[in-house]
């Protein structure tokens, strides 16, 4: 008999284009990247998300087993998270009735974000299966990340952000497991929310090791001719222009840097993206737009490319649950100067496989960069380090974990019915 997950990613489709809004980034690659390896070990994954726009097909075929299943609830239009949870209650009435005149019995329920876990949580007692959630950020760390901690008597920043504090806290502890990428996540969720230990399991993300392999010189030559780089030193900054990911700090720093480097920011839409356009502006005022580029957002299979030709990723980020892009610049050998936040430490260690910044500060990050751009027999040993320090993050281990996770939980959830009776 097939086991049959239904997943749950209500805000953002996991096919979505990264990077090019600030609601896709390093949740999408996890969700589509489980979901094809759970289907490779032949799980069938059915993963759930609301439409955003009138012409998506209702149900599209990721892989043998995976299916994308678009859910109209709210207007068919792009809504920024915070606009969501009015349509979380239509959301789940419609999973259910797909579900029901599909035939579809589920044995577990995965949810990703807190808007899934608040949707997917009725479903999972309608089926009698357990939830598993991973929360990706939870509001209360990532404030907390930059300088705005809400304490549980402090009074929220606006309604949404009141809502999503309320319904976190209930959500980590009705749910029978979350999953969490690191063992500080799950420490600070034990501290917040007082989740037991028993009920978390840390699993982090994954990566790719056949599409992000590691550098030679000759592709390293062809990188840069493809990129048009010629010998300037190059740093790469990959991902969402949020302003959690510290990217006018990036910008500061690159003010500041004895060696003149140029900086290719990959990320958003450079034809007419307000943030693009202030970041432009940012760069000019610091004296510095002829040494920034904005390339914009690329599919992910170019990713390698922009790796490769780069002398340091930098990933500045003000809080990172986990920190994908330093995962991927690693696989390919590229040098990572990282911000000690959130789970970076946990993936880049200091002096071995990259630098880690423990000061938020401009004049910090650009000392290090500095360092790493000077320093050949340094750069030298991080590159040799980088690939095999994250070979544990392969997606094929991540997907036996889950999947061992999986079927630990729906072995207990029969026992537990087994012995209803007592």
Known sequence: MCFRVAMFSLHTSPIAPLGRTRDAGGMNVYIRELSRELGRSGISVDIFTRRSQPDTPNIQRLSERVRLITITAGPAEPLPPSALHPYVSEFTCRVARFAERNDHPYDMVHSHYWLSAAAAAPLARLWDVPQVTMF???????????????????????????????????????????????????????????????????????????????????????????????????????????????????????????????????GGDPSGDPEVERLRARATGLGIAERVRFPGAVPQRDLPTYYHAADAVIVSSRYESFGLVAVEALACGAPVVASAAGGLPSIVRDGENGLLVRWRSPQAFAERIDLLLSDDALRAQLQANARASIEQFDWRRIGDRVRDLYQQLAAESTSAVACSCF
């Open 136 to 266: 990706h950020t939870v509001e209360r760390l990532k404030a907390q990340q930059q300088g705005l901690a809400l304490e549980a008597t402090s009074a929220p920043r606006d309604h949404a952000a009141a809502i999503r504090i309320e319904s976190e806290g209930r959500l980590v502890t009705s749910t029978e497991c979350v999953i969490v990428s690191t063992e500080l996540e799950g420490e600070q969720l034990r501290r917040l929310y007082g989740l037991s230990p028993s009920r978390t399991r840390v699993i982090p993300c994954g990566v790719d090791l056949d599409a992000f392999t590691p550098v030679t010189p000759a592709r390293r030559a062809e990188a840069r001719r493809a990129l048009d780089l010629g010998e300037t030193p190059t740093l790469l900054f990959v991902g969402r222009l949020d302003p959690i990911k510290g990217i006018d700090l990036l910008l500061e720093s690159v003010a500041l840097l004895r060696t003149p480097a140029r900086l290719l920011v990959v």
